[in-house]
């Protein structure tokens, strides 16, 4: 078997095992979220997953959620899936195309670009 060598000739490749504890602890999960994810480029899809204006997918990495869209003027759009007004998911589906997001918990509109439409009197 071949070996990853750096300059210095050394061993790059893990030896051992990797725990099952990285794939099921919530400590370990706490963990990557604070030094690892919000400091790194994520690919959340790609542009032809919103090839149409409306388009839309929602990318999850608990306990972020973000949408991902298509606008009106054919630009593309991320912002977090949560409605400024108290906090609720706005999409609750992981994929459609709509031209606006109406959030469940007091209808507040948002266009799919992610700017504030209609406040319900």
Request: contains cysteine.
């Amino acid at each position: 078997m071949s070996e990853l060598r750096d300059i210095k000739g050394k061993n790059r490749v893990r030896q051992t095992p990797i725990s099952a504890e990285r794939y099921i602890s919530h400590e370990y999960k706490h963990r990557e979220w604070e030094k690892i994810w919000p400091k790194m480029w994520l690919v959340a899809g790609v542009a032809q997953d919103v090839s149409e204006p409306g388009d839309f997918f929602v990318f999850s990495l608990e306990p972020e959620s973000i949408i991902v869209s298509r606008t009106r003027n054919n630009e593309l759009a991320a912002f977090y899936n949560v409605c400024q007004h108290r906090g609720a998911r706005v999409l609750l589906s992981d994929r459609g195309a709509m031209d606006t997001y109406t959030c469940p918990y007091h209808g507040w509109v948002y266009g799919n670009d992610g700017h504030l439409i209609t406040v319900p009197e």
